[in-house]
């Protein structure tokens, strides 16, 4: 009796010991962990944002706000190109930086890179990093963040002038900023046409680099 | 009694906790350090464990050329060791890799390669100047990250 059942035990056996590495296999991020994702200006191609995302839901950011900000990110559903909407939750609102320690950004802007913003056929704008201007509002709706003329609040400091751009990128990261991401080898570089801000033709230069970066 | 004893006990043990820990002041606070002559900038994080990371903005703007990158923003982790010191924290640091050194104008280069560095005693938020690699920097601890 035993015999008889044993194979039909063994193939189940080993079919349930291999569904964490299937799993593992169809994770659309698997590439992201331990791993740096840049995302550029869509058109001028300057850097704007690091992330390390990690597997337990959390995440450090930086780029055009000074410093690292500890995060974490909520998955929404799969999207009908494949990428999954993920939004970003900083847990910071930011810290209290002296003036004599905060961040310039001297000199001119070099000229644009024959790539990206050579075949737009344009002049690269002098922009925000994607999602982020300090000027505009944002909506989040179903996992899917808009922003420009029209969507949500502009990021105002207590007196309700603008914040400094920094200030304002936190501000709307801590808020909530939700991008499509996901499905991605280690080592690509792709161009994704969904970013939330009209700024940079609603692109993003986005790259999967190995490490910490 | 007891209940005296037993506070006595608890302040002495956390007394001799934050003794036995030489980076405990930096744990969940942001350690800035900005470069005299180029104006970048870098924020150093010590996590209890020894872990730590580290992230730059050089100013300058860099385009991404490639996977391997010439970031404007850079950053790194690794391990870390800490002794005090008379002259203050010795702090050893240990990437995790070995990448890229800094390219050219893409400073700061503090804390990026491995190496030890004594860091003078200075309160949170106290600002001081480090000379490293040639460069002049302005540092403080400050509260949060």
Not at chain 1, 47 to 66: P, R, T, Y
Not at chain 2, 73 to 97: F, I, M, V, W
Request: aromatic share 8%; hydrophobic share 35%; net charge negative.
């Amino acid at each position: 009796m035993l015999r008889h059942y044993l194979p039909s035990a063994l193939l189940l056996l080993s079919l349930f010991m291999h569904a964490p590495a299937q799993a593992q296999q169809s994770d659309p991020l698997a590439d992201y962990y331990g791993n740096t994702f840049v995302c550029a200006g869509g058109l001028d191609g300057d850097d704007a944002c690091h992330i390390w995302l990690e597997k337990d839901g959390s995440f450090v950011m930086f780029g055009g706000m000074q410093g690292g900000h500890h995060g974490h990110y909520q998955i929404g559903p799969q999207r009908s190109d494949g990428q999954l909407a993920l939004c970003f939750y900083l847990d910071t609102t930011g810290i209290d930086i002296p003036a004599e320690l905060e961040a310039q950004h001297p000199g001119a802007p070099m000229p644009p890179p024959s790539g990206a913003a050579a075949s737009a056929g344009q002049a690269p704008p002098a922009g925000p990093p994607p999602g982020a201007g300090a000027g505009m509002g944002c909506d989040t709706v179903d996992f899917r963040t808009t922003c420009g003329p029209g969507h949500g609040k502009p990021a105002l400091d207590a007196q309700g002038k603008p914040l400094p751009l920094a200030s304002a990128i936190i501000a709307r990261f801590h808020d909530g900023m939700c991008y499509p991401m996901g499905g991605q080898k280690l080592g690509e570089h792709w161009v994704e046409t969904d970013d939330p801000s009209p700024s940079q033709g609603g692109k993003d230069q986005a790259f999967l680099i190995p490490g910490h970066r | 009694m007891h209940t005296l004893t037993g506070l006595l006990m608890l302040t002495l043990t956390a007394a001799a906790a934050q003794a036995a820990d030489p980076a405990a002041d930096y744990y969940g606070n942001s350690l800035l350090c900005k470069a005299q002559s180029s104006g970048a900038v870098c924020d150093l994080w010590l996590e209890p464990g020894g872990r730590y990371a580290v992230f730059y903005d050089s100013g300058q703007k860099a385009y991404v050329k490639g996977v391997q990158g010439d970031f404007e923003n850079e950053g790194r982790t690794g391990s870390y060791t800490a002794q005090a010191t008379h002259a203050g924290l010795r702090l050893c640091l240990k990437p995790d890799a070995d990448t890229p050194p800094r390219p050219a104008g893409h400073s700061p280069a503090l804390f990026h390669e491995a190496g030890c560095l004594v860091l003078p005693h200075h309160a949170p938020g106290e600002l001081w100047t480090l000379s490293f690699g040639g460069e002049t920097y302005r540092l403080g601890l400050i509260n949060g990250r």
